[in-house]
């Protein structure tokens, strides 16, 4: 147990006066999300806050959305500066797959308070219908 401590101690950098690893920017981050769907809509939400529209890109097609951004840090800050960093600065991206029955021609992404909410239409289901059966004659 003593050895998966000081591996997590090597990574985060939080023994004392140890220089923290710069591992946060190393990699792309995952956007945390919560897709649902109600009668009418798959909606997906995802909090980024302190994301600026023009840093933000939704691409969907007939099954897959895609969310990809970058949170800008506004002053830089040495790593001897910080006391805690959990928060991820950089780019990040997420994919999901969306059911069939959606319409995706008709889907709207809006950003209020940090969170960033898609809503996809789901297409009209398709009501039975009752065939005439005509006789073929010879």
């Known amino acids: ?14 023994k004392p006066g140890e220089k923290k690893s710069d591992w946060l920017n ?3 981050g995952q956007l945390a999300l919560d897709a649902y769907q109600n009668n009418d809509s798959v909606i997906v939400k995802a909090p980024i806050a302190g994301v600026k529209p023009e840093n933000l890109e ?8 895609t969310i990809k951004g970058e949170r800008k840090q506004e002053e830089e800050i040495g790593q001897d500066g910080y006391l805690a960093q959990e928060c991820y600065w950089g780019a990040f991206s997420r994919q999901i797959n969306l059911p069939p029955e959606v319409d995706t021609e008709k889907a709207v992404a809006s950003l209020k308070n940090g969170v960033l909410t898609i809503k996809i239409p ?7 219908r009752v065939l005439k059966v005509t006789a073929e004659t010879d």
Not at 58 to 65: D, F, H, K, L
Request: aromatic content about 6%.
């Open 122 to 128: 789901k297409l009209a289901k398709s009501q039975a």
């Open 26 to 28: 190393e990699y792309e």
């Open 1 to 14: 147990m003593a050895k998966e401590s000081s591996k997590i101690s090597k990574i985060f950098g939080d």
């Open 58 to 65: 939704v691409a969907i097609s007939e099954n897959t959305i």
